[in-house]
């Protein structure tokens, strides 16, 4: 038996703290996986209470739009609940091309592709960009789901100060100069609130010859002309090299998407195990 090998007091200790959010939930005080039984809106249904909803990220306030809700209705009509399928053997509906299409437009960009989450973009897309000899420079507040693309990546991973671009030239000054230098930023940093230095960021892109990857999961739909994100908001859209969003904030749905030139679908598509197998 593979027990054997286990520490079983060590074990018996990480075990007992799963059991402290029962705890709290006897008392009353548990503030995670509390059940909503209405639409998600300003206010929401709970413990048949109404009460305000400060903590939703539906920033447009369209999961309960009856447009959106007629349409997903149509979908599901025509195309049926699933894709049975991988996208890339036999799950790519004509509707995957359209929206892929209209993103990329919307956005400013050649192509898009799409994914099931926008967890899986980061978790997919980073790892296929850089490599051993490469470089992935965060910066040290970026969302989880990019901390799980840098560590399935083979390449130096670097981190600098919260929004600190001196903290971030140094990190670039250790690279070495010829090799591929990836900066992966949050556009609107989902704890804190606030933007990513994106004019000074694409600054130093330039300078050290290094490339841009901006995660608009905050952005998209808030900032910049007609929603189209935080690197439209600074007017930098063509300087950014990817741009990945989600579907599950602003836009009342599920999903992700990674934008950029005309390579993407050839970049990320075939080798990603996150859109292989979703």
């Known amino acids: 038996s593979g027990s054997q090998y286990l520490n079983m007091g060590i074990l018996q200790d ?32 709970m413990d048949g209470k109404k009460v305000l909803m400060f903590g939703s990220n539906s920033y447009m306030g369209l999961t309960y739009d009856k447009r959106i809700i007629d349409a997903a209705i149509a979908a599901t009509q025509k195309y049926g ?39 899986t ?24 789901s990019i901390v799980d693309g840098r560590r399935l990546s083979f390449a130096t991973q670097l981190k600098y100060k919260h929004n600190d671009m001196d903290a971030l030239e140094k990190e670039l000054q250790k690279c070495e100069p010829d090799a591929l230098k990836l900066i992966v930023v949050d556009s609107v ?31 998209l739909g808030v900032f910049g002309r007609n929603g189209r994100g935080v690197c439209d908001h600074f007017g930098l859209t063509d300087e950014i090299d990817l741009i990945m969003g989600t579907f599950s904030k602003s836009l009342a749905s599920i999903g992700g998407v990674v934008v950029g030139g005309e390579d993407v679908h050839n970049l990320v598509g075939d080798d990603a195990p996150s859109f292989i197998l979703p």
């Not at 059991?19 to 639409?39: C, H, K, N, T, W």
């Not at 790519?92 to 994914?115: M, N, P, Q, R």
């Open 189 to 219: 940093f989902s704890m804190e609130g606030d933007l990513a230095n994106l004019p000074e960021i694409v600054r130093l892109k330039k300078k050290y010859n290094a490339s841009v990857y901006v995660d608009e999961a905050h952005g």
């Open 121 to 144: 973009v980061n978790e997919g897309v980073i790892p296929q960009l850089v490599g051993r000899g490469d470089y992935i420079i965060c910066d040290d507040r970026d969302h989880a």
């Open 14 to 45: 990480r075990l007992s703290k799963f059991r402290l959010p029962q705890m709290y939930m006897e008392r009353g005080v548990y503030p995670y996986f509390r059940e909503i039984d209405s639409a998600q809106n300003t206010e929401v249904m």
């Open 81 to 119: 609940t699933g894709c049975a399928g991988s996208r890339l053997l036999n799950g790519t509906l004509d509707i995957h091309i359209k929206l892929e299409k209209e993103l990329a437009e919307f956005v400013g960009k050649d192509e898009s592709l799409c994914f099931s989450t926008g967890f």
